[in-house]
């Protein structure tokens, strides 16, 4: 499956007892969290791509970017981070979502480019 940003966790473990992987587009939300809480989605954001939840099951996922999305030049970096802190550029103190969290290593799995 591509992006999967607001799967709930129940979609998450049906998926994966069926081998379904997921590619989460997970960049985005350290530019958009904010706007994603406040303008559209609420308290629903924190769930945007659960990883740690996609792990726990075994399922198959990676990390990514792409346009139009995220128009800008890969950010491998970026998106580990995004991944192993769960906040936003613009606030690296306040994570969304802290229990979807991965480690870093998980997130270096990950990464597909």
């Excluded at 139009?68 to 906040?87: L, Q």
Aim: some cysteine; charged content about 20%; glycine content about 8%.
């Amino acid at each position: 499956m591509e992006h999967c940003g607001l799967t709930t966790v129940e979609q998450i473990k049906r998926a994966g007892k069926i081998g379904v992987g997921s590619h989460f587009s997970l960049i985005i939300f350290a530019y958009y969290a904010l706007v994603y809480k406040t303008d559209i989605f609420g308290d629903r954001v924190n769930r945007w791509t659960p990883l740690s939840e996609a792990t726990k099951i075994g399922m198959k996922w990676s990390i990514h970017q792409d346009h139009p999305t995220y128009p800008g030049d890969a950010v491998p970096f970026s998106n580990i981070k995004t991944a192993v802190t769960r906040c936003t550029r613009d606030d690296p103190n306040t994570p969304y979502g802290p229990e979807y969290r991965v480690s870093v290593h998980e997130a270096l799995k990950s990464l597909h480019y």
